[in-house]
């Protein structure tokens, strides 16, 4: 048997496409293609130098076919097209293979197609087919293909002595390189594979364009996506509820949440941008003249991958100097409903209330169509479409976050929108409206048959929007949890560990509280400047909680008292009170103070702290009938390490049941919200585990 006619190991024996088709997360696989000479190795070797072996295994696709096939690369050169396919496929899979058993990611240098040579060693003309696997097909999660200049493909070829490459003519290379972005970008799209074009131009920009993408795709998944969102609506609400610092909280009650495409206007803003891009320029991408519509109408659908997708075909569109250019022209050219105009500029002078844009669209685009209309002080977009923006806008996303102004807001939702995208988002509104313009001369993507009809200039319409609610004026319980988030789970792992009580457990309490004060407490209450020496010797603006002087820290003993303790060290000029009994809070204190942070370790059924609020409440609502005035805005805060789900219900609905005092506002941080419906006693008791007292209950 000769060497050409070596067996290959069965890929089958590898197990690896099995594995990854029953894995519930797939290993993060990162292709790089290109032309020989677009710079594969060299980026392959930079990457190895930047980014870490602990989560990064680096691979040359050559090398693993070398290593696999007995007598290496030449052997593989005698093979016959099957034999070939073959070594490739085992390749793959031992990649998969070794990703899946070690836990990291993969970058593996690859080729697509090789063209074909005539008798005389020169390239030819014909185009050849793909050298891919459908180990590739089940094995790569993201594909990057170096866009390398043709002139500059070229050059380095010209200058390439180390390796033996055969001639070819520019437009060959223009060919070659022109089919292969082409079919694999379409191939990409129909297996659900990210695909993104990488520029070389300038080639200094190559690797930090690589490492952006590289850490985007193995920090990204559907999971972060939604939390990024959530984390996005979080900044935008706050922001309302506070749009001045020295004024009291707005008393929010609704919250209109708007679709953008084909319900503020009757046009797509995504079709009207590739509309106006140069044909030329979507050919030089390899882009269909409308890509969105070549990405949402592939297998992917409109799911997070095809948004992600998108994504991607704007990155590659970034660096073209035009760019921003043609995203003031789409801008420029979309005109909103002038009834919409008018019902946002009045909602603009409503306290009450007020609107967010929510786009599954390029956020750049709509940002500025909102700025043109003169609407960006009240009108907040949502939206993604870059890789800066951290998340993209999908169906489920619209209706998780109308679901967060309820639940976690206590908001009245309006949702207006016009497709299939914005049918969650509508169904879990209190109210929805769909849009339907049929003089638009678009068909109506939802239809209006079956639902009642009305207009935005309707008196009975807009005296429903604008209304407040029966009961008067409302106030919400503003909560801020950190249950998912990564670093809020290291945080409550000691808390949660039997082998961690007394000195060691009070100082996790401590960080836990500091943690949550500077997390949330300055988005809530705002900052402010004061004067710092600088290293340099000179003085600049530093920072500190607005009003800190003024924040009173009230640690519900005994509890309370090591997460106070940490709350105090974030703001160290408030004051520190213990408080036993809810009386320990005194008229005075409300004189002085404008914040009032109640802390502590654990919310069971809610009584104790309702107390502490109901104190504050008490204590102001009398203060203000006195002498007729308002003192300015009192905060009060919960800061908690663990509150039960049922408890936040118990504190919002007995909040909302008190007479309403102008100056009040309650927020609740907590590190996690539990549905856990136990009581500690004993040995799980916090206040007995934090102090070692276990043997005295």
Known sequence: MTSSDAPIPSAANADSSMELDTLDVKPTVIGIYGLPGSGKTYLIDQLKRQL?????????????????????????SRMADQGQAQAREFAIHHIGKECIETKKSAIVAGHFMFWPKTNDGVEGSRSPPPVWTPGDAVTYTHILYLDCPVSLLMERRDKDADRERPQMMKWQLGSWQHEEKTQLRKLCYDLGILFSLVHAKPPSTLLDRAIALVSDFVNHSEQENMLRAERRLDEVVVHMLRKDADEPVPAMERMLVIDGDRT????????????????????TFALERDPLKAIFGSPMGYSYTAFRQATLVYEE??????????????AEATDLYDDFVSLLRIVATQRHMGA???TCGLRQVWERIVAVAGLSDSVKVIGGGRLTDEFVVTAAVKTALVSRLQNVYSLETWAFGDSILDLGMLAAANQAIVVVVMASGAPPRLSATTLPVTTLTDPDFMQAILSRRANGTCVSVYILEMTNEKAAKILMTPTRDASVAGPALRETHRRAGWFLANSFVPTIVGVEEYQIPHVQGNSTAGHHLLDESRTMVVALMRGGEPMALGVNDAFPLAALLHANQPEDITKKHLEIMR????????????????????????????????????????????????VQSQAVDKIRSSWLSLKHVNRLTLSLIALRLSENKFTGKGGTDTGNRLFNTTSLD
């Not at 503020?264 to 050919?283: C, F, H, K, P, Y």
């Not at 059924?605 to 002498?627: M, N, P, T, Y």
């Open 595 to 642: 914040t009032i942070i109640l802390v502590d370790s654990v919310v069971n059924s809610g009584k104790s702290v309702l107390e502490f609020i109901q104190r504050v409440w008490k204590l102001a609502d009398s203060g203000r009938k006195d002498d007729g005035k308002e003192h300015g805005t009192i905060r009060i805060i919960v800061v908690a390490g663990v």
């Open 356 to 358: 967010i844009l929510v």
């Open 264 to 283: 503020l206007t009757a046009q797509d803003t995504g079709s009207l941008l590739w509309n106006l891009a140069r044909r030329e320029l979507l050919v």
């Open 317 to 330: 569109m970034s660096g073209w100097a035009e760019f921003d250019g043609l995203v003031n022209q789409v």
């Open 52 to 76: 870490s072996a602990e989560d990064f295994l680096f691979y040359d696709g050559s090398a693993v076919i070398a290593a696999v096939v007995p007598g290496g690369l030449e052997a593989f």
